[in-house]
């Protein structure tokens, strides 16, 4: 399958593009305001909580735990190909969520509070997506 066959991509351009690059050299990193020290994602330019526009790619530790999950039985876009998936939605000991999904779990077994990891999934010699597995 090539890149034009599979799911919708994240265009890989400014901050966006900024967070994938750490992802594809298998670092996870967020934003982290300068002005009061939180977490921010997805990638943005200004703090929701302070409104500074200031901030690092501070490194994160990769572990979580689940917050929530959902079950897609009919895809919304054609090129989502394959149904049933589930999303989950990850928060990181950090205070990030991301979404995402959790490898080798069936979503019967899913919990909130599930303790995860971070792992680096290298879609193609582009993109590199973050996932989750079990801690
Ligand atoms: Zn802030």
New binding site residues.
């Given amino acids: 399958m090539s890149a034009a066959d599979g799911p919708p991509r994240p265009r890989l351009v400014g901050l966006t593009g900024e967070y994938y690059g750490w992802l594809r050299r298998h670092e996870l990193r967020f934003q982290r305001?300068?002005?009061?020290?939180?977490y921010?994602h997805v990638p943005r330019e200004l703090?929701?909580?302070?409104?500074?526009d200031?901030?690092e790619w501070a490194p994160s530790s990769g572990r979580g735990e689940v917050f929530t999950w959902t079950t897609t039985y009919r895809a919304m876009h054609p090129r989502f190909l394959e149904v049933p998936f589930t999303s989950v939605v990850v928060e990181l000991e950090e205070g990030p969520r991301v979404l995402t999904s959790v490898e080798g779990v069936d979503e019967a077994d899913l919990r909130i509070g599930l303790a995860v990891r971070a792992v680096f999934d290298d879609v193609d010699d582009e993109l590199t997506l973050l996932r989750f597995l079990p801690a």
Avoid: P
């Avoid at 305001?33 to 939180?38: A, K, V």
């Avoid at 703090?47 to 500074?52: H, I």
């Fill in positions: 305001c300068s002005g009061c020290g939180r921010r703090c929701a909580a302070c409104g500074s200031g901030f």
